[in-house]
């Protein structure tokens, strides 16, 4: 088993977070948590690497499909299509159209609960109910109801990986082994040291 402090999780800055010149305020409140950034790149993705991130997990364009169905019922509104699949289509066409429409930052963060600090740290999905204090919640004023009437992808900034099993396909679509440094941070001596010796002279 991998231990706590080894736990890897994949952060892309969206095209938005580029633009808004927030890279730094998003790595930031990353890097202040105490995670530690193994790997760094930046691109203008492909098409096709998008729609692969987002079908890495066979399951996804199902379970996407009925959570927006959901989204829309929760909220007494019809949605356009009871078919997951088509709603997902739509869902995944916008956001190739999203993503691959400017620089985009790619990052892998490493330590402990890696995966799911980064996520309370990003916030959830829709920026209008994103909790404040999170990237999200506090950077972006984006709806579903906004960008479902406009045609196009939410703008919510950033992807962060849901589940560490999702985290070890999504690093290893987007970096080779060699990008990933492994290092040593000082302070880990004192996140995860089991004695705080060594401090005093
Ligand atoms: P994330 O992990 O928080 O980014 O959320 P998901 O993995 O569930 O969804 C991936 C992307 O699909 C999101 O960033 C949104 O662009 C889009 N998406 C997910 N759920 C919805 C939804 O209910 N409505 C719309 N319009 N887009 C959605
Ligand atoms: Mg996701």
């Given amino acids: 088993m991998v231990h ?39 691109s203008v993705p492909s098409e096709d690497m998008i729609e692969k991130l987002y079908t890495l997990n066979p399951e996804w364009r199902r379970m996407t499909g009925e959570k927006v169905i959901e989204g829309y ?16 289509d739509i869902i995944l066409r ?37 909790d404040v204090g999170t990237i999200r919640g506090d950077f972006v004023l984006d709806s579903y109801q906004m960008s479902d009437t406009d045609g196009r992808a939410v703008r919510n900034l950033v992807h962060a990986s849901g589940s560490v099993e999702e985290a070890s396909d999504e690093i290893k679509h987007w970096f080779k082994k060699d990008e990933l440094i492994n290092y040593r941070l000082v302070q880990e001596q004192i996140l995860y040291d089991v004695d705080l010796d060594g401090i005093l002279e």
């Fill in 94 to 130: 916008n956001l190739k159209k999203y993503m691959t429409s400017g620089p985009v930052i790619f990052m892998v963060w490493k330590g402990a609960h890696a995966v799911s600090l980064v996520r309370k740290i990003v916030g959830g999905t829709e920026p209008l109910t994103s």
């Fill in 4 to 42: 706590h402090k080894d736990e890897q999780t994949l952060v892309i800055i969206k095209p938005d977070g580029v633009q808004r010149s927030l890279v730094g305020e998003i790595i930031k409140r990353i890097e202040r948590v105490g995670l530690k950034l193994v790997g760094l790149k930046m």
């Fill in 73 to 88: 019922k929760s909220k007494s509104l019809k949605p356009p299509s009871e078919d997951p699949l088509e709603l997902t």
